[in-house]
Each structure stands twice: as structure tokens, then as C-alpha cells.
């Protein structure tokens, strides 16, 4: 019996998709509603500002091979504050509680620091597209949220 067999049918995507995007909080329940997802539909997958790390290819890799996803979206979206984070604002207040950022060797590139939003969705789309663990019949398109009226629009 594989993986996927173990996991009920009711837990896969109908719409076979998985979409990566933002943990901004006003995104919840917007996102969903604007790309048309209801209950049971897609994988969604969240951090701060939709950055592709090891941890969303771990949850890509489960969501492909036991759960049947095909097509996978990055959604980034406008105004997303990890755009221009001041990383060394962000070592500063971990100095000032007390803790040493210097627990990882680069600590911009653990934060995921991303200059531009559009650029930042392009560059998680070729790593999806180029990672060896993601098979090439998987579908990988990067779209854009408009943050306050909601439109979406297709960068690739
Ligand atoms: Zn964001």
C-alpha cells in the first residue's frame, strides 16, 4: 500500500493544486475567495512572503506524490512586508531580547530576504521548476494578489 493509498480521498485537492502564498493576515479567507477555492479544493501552503524554502518543498514533494497534486501556484501579493525588510532592524530586536541572531551562518538568506514581490514569485517559480525532487509534468505558474481589490494577475 503507498502513501497516498493511507491517506483519505476526502484530504486530497479536488482541483489537484497546491498554492503557495503569504501568511499576511489579509489574505486569509481573501486569497481563497478570489481564486475561487472552496473547502477541500488545494493545498495551501504559508510563510512570511511566499519564500520557496526546503520546508515548502518538503510539503510540495507530500502534496505531488501522496496526494496527487498537478498544478502548483505561487501567489505572491502587493504591499508584502518581507518586500524591503530591514533584516538588520530584525537583529537588532533579537539583540535586544536577548537573543544572538548568529545561530545560523547567513541569517539574511534563512529570513528569505526578497527585494520585489513580482521577482521574488518568478524566482520561486524556476526554483520549483528546477528542484530535483519536483517531476516535470507538474504545472508551476506564478501569479500576483492585488492586496486591496483583489485582482489576480498572471506573471508566468
Ligand atoms: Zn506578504
Redesign the pocket.
Known sequence: MSIGETIGAEAKPKKKLAVIT?M?TRLVNFLPEKMGLERGDAKVIKN??NIITDDVLRSLVVAIYCLDVEKIAIVG?TD???AGADIEEIRKEMIKRGVNPYFTPDFEAWMGKMDNEEENVLKGVELIKNHPAIPKDVEVEGLMIDINTGEIKKLI
Request: proline residues 0%.
Open positions: 503569504c499576511d512570511a512572503g501579493h508584502c512586508g518581507m
